[in-house]
């Protein structure tokens, strides 16, 4: 399947990442609920309660932050942002400005949560340009989030969830540019701060954990990315962020039985959404349709892409790239079978 640009993906982690709530008893638990809500996928909730919070509470930084991240997760759970990205845009301003206004009044461990919340935040900014092709910008809030983000972690090195942002950057720094000297090392290093990033609490440890799969199927290591999918999903069996990841593992190693399956599943899954998640839709056919015609299934390998192909997208999700994608390599999988029975003819 395809992976995102390294560029794309470092972003993603900046703005993935994330710290312990500080433990506010007032709004703790609220914020507990409406983390829990954002893991499972469930925005609208999530962002209802955190809406409710933020009446009693509008000054609290976790709260302004987590506000974002329920916006920021939903665009890269839909890959939505040709549709959404620019109204994104719009709250990571306000939200950023809202941090900026609270940190100087903040000392000791809050000033640093504060300051984690704004450097994910300027790094969420970075994402979404990228994702619109704005690239000088996304460079730009990208490097000023490291930077941020480095800061957290001089003050506090047990800050887990602070290393995913700062060891993203440096593992896609060194793969990005290894054909210079001394740069390999960044990306060694980079990957070991990501690991520890995985220690970070609840949820904030699934980030770390979906940039470590990605990178993990970019370095052909699709059973240890299908380990940790597999583990998260054991948990959270009806996530379809990692279900993705796990249908990518399988046809790497071209385990075509288990592709087909998980395929089937994340389709499943994705039109029982509201909304329909469209790219995860096809991702799952097109998972099918691939393993079906690596086994010689060509009667199913023809039923499920004629299925897929028949599949009323709205409009506006036609905008999102990965959904013509797949369906571009649906029907040439398609017109490849075609072909074949013509030339046995």
Known sequence: MPLS???TRLLTALCFSAAAAAAVPPHQAGLDSALEQIAAQHYASAAQGLEE????????PALLYHRLTVLQTMLLDYESYPIHGRAFLETADSVIAALEACLPGLRGRDSVE????????????GLVYGKLGK????VRYGVRSRNMLETVIERDPEFYAAHLGVGAYNYYLGEGLKWLPFTGGRAVEGLREIRVATQAPFPY???AKNTLCWIMLDRGEHAGADSIAGAVLAAMPRNTIFMRIAV???????GWDSAAARGRRLVELSVGRDP????DA???YAAMVEAYAATGRIAECRQVATEALALRVPLEYRAIPYVDEHRGRIRKLLEGLDDKETRER
């Open 5 to 7: 640009p390294p560029v």
């Open 248 to 254: 990518c593992a399988a046809l790497a190693a071209e």
């Open 205 to 207: 440890d699934i980030g």
């Open 135 to 138: 690239w000088l910008q996304a």
């Open 282 to 284: 096809l991702t799952g």
């Open 53 to 60: 919070l933020l009446r009693q509470y509008p000054a609290e």
């Open 114 to 125: 504060c300051l984690f919340y704004l450097g994910n935040a300027t790094g969420s900014e």
């Open 276 to 279: 329909v998640n469209w790219n």
